[in-house]
C-alpha cells in the first residue's frame, strides 16, 4: 500500500480529503506508565504535591486531543465530537493505564488524536509526580480500536472496549 503522505516525487503534503463522505469516526487508543510502588500510592490516595494527579492528566489529554493538528505535521483540523480520557491503576504491575475515546462525524479518522491525548495524559502523570521519583517508564502506547471510514473496522489484537 502506497503512502498517501507523499506526492510523486517524495514530497511530504497534506491528503486532500474535500470529496471523502462524512461518517462516524471514533478511535480508542491506550498506554500505560510504569512507576515504584510509593508513588503509585502517592497517586492513589491523592497526596503527590502537585494536587489531582489524573484529574489534571485527564485535561491535558483532552486539551492535547483538541490540539493534535498544531502538533502532528499533516493531521486535519477535525471537530471533534466526543474526548474521554479514564485512568486504571494497576497496582500489580505499579502501573497507571490511560485510555482515551474520541469521536468526531467527519471526512477523516481520529486515530491520532486518541494516541496524542494518551501520550500527553501519561506526560502530564510523569510530570505531576516526577519529584516522588524519576524511575518511570511510558510504553505501549498503541491504537486498540477504529471505526467509520472507507477503510472500516480495526481492532487491535487482544484489545477490549
Given at each position: 500500500m502506497p503512502l498517501t503522505h507523499f506526492d510523486k516525487r517524495g514530497s511530504a503534503w497534506m491528503v486532500d480529503v474535500g470529496a471523502k463522505s462524512d461518517t462516524v469516526r471514533e478511535a480508542?487508543?491506550?498506554?500505560?506508565i510504569i512507576m515504584g510502588a510509593a508513588t503509585l500510592r502517592l497517586i492513589?490516595?491523592?497526596s503527590a504535591k502537585k494536587g489531582d494527579v489524573l484529574g489534571v492528566a485527564r485535561l491535558a489529554g483532552i486539551m492535547a486531543a483538541k490540539k493534535t493538528p498544531e502538533i502532528i505535521p499533516l493531521c486535519h483540523?477535525?471537530?471533534l465530537s466526543s474526548v474521554e480520557v479514564d485512568f486504571t491503576v494497576d497496582e500489580t504491575r505499579s502501573c497507571v493505564?490511560?485510555?482515551a475515546l474520541v469521536r468526531t462525524t467527519g471526512k477523516t479518522g481520529v486515530e491520532m488524536e486518541a494516541i496524542t491525548a494518551?501520550?500527553?495524559a501519561l506526560l502530564t502523570v510523569y510530570d505531576m509526580v516526577k519529584s516522588a521519583g524519576k524511575d518511570m517508564t511510558i510504553t505501549d502506547i498503541s491504537?486498540?480500536?477504529k471505526s467509520g471510514g472507507k477503510s472500516g473496522h480495526?481492532?487491535?489484537n487482544n484489545a477490549a472496549k
Open positions: 480508542v487508543a491506550e498506554g500505560r492513589m490516595e491523592g483540523n477535525i471537530p493505564v490511560a485510555r494518551v501520550s500527553a491504537l486498540l480500536e480495526y481492532k487491535k
